[in-house]
């Protein structure tokens, strides 16, 4: 079975960390980055069974600042 290389975007929400993959649009979560990443490649596995992906390129990262508050 062919591997491919997917993005996973964590960020932590309360006591868990919550992983995404852009490419995809899959999400999970864990009690540790580590674990969210599992459950990520698990949970796009299971995904990519049912709807294989078409050939899509991979995003862009960067950051940007914006103005908040007062």
């Given at each position: ?48 069974e ?21």
């Open positions: 079975m062919p591997v491919k290389t997917f993005t996973a975007v964590v960020h932590k929400e309360g006591d868990l960390y919550v992983a995404e993959c852009p490419e995809v649009g899959t999400v999970s979560q864990g009690n540790t980055m580590e674990e969210a990443i599992a459950n990520l490649k698990e949970a796009t596995e299971l995904y990519l049912e709807f294989p992906l078409p050939d899509v390129t991979k995003p862009i990262m960067t950051t940007f600042e914006a103005m908040v508050g007062a």
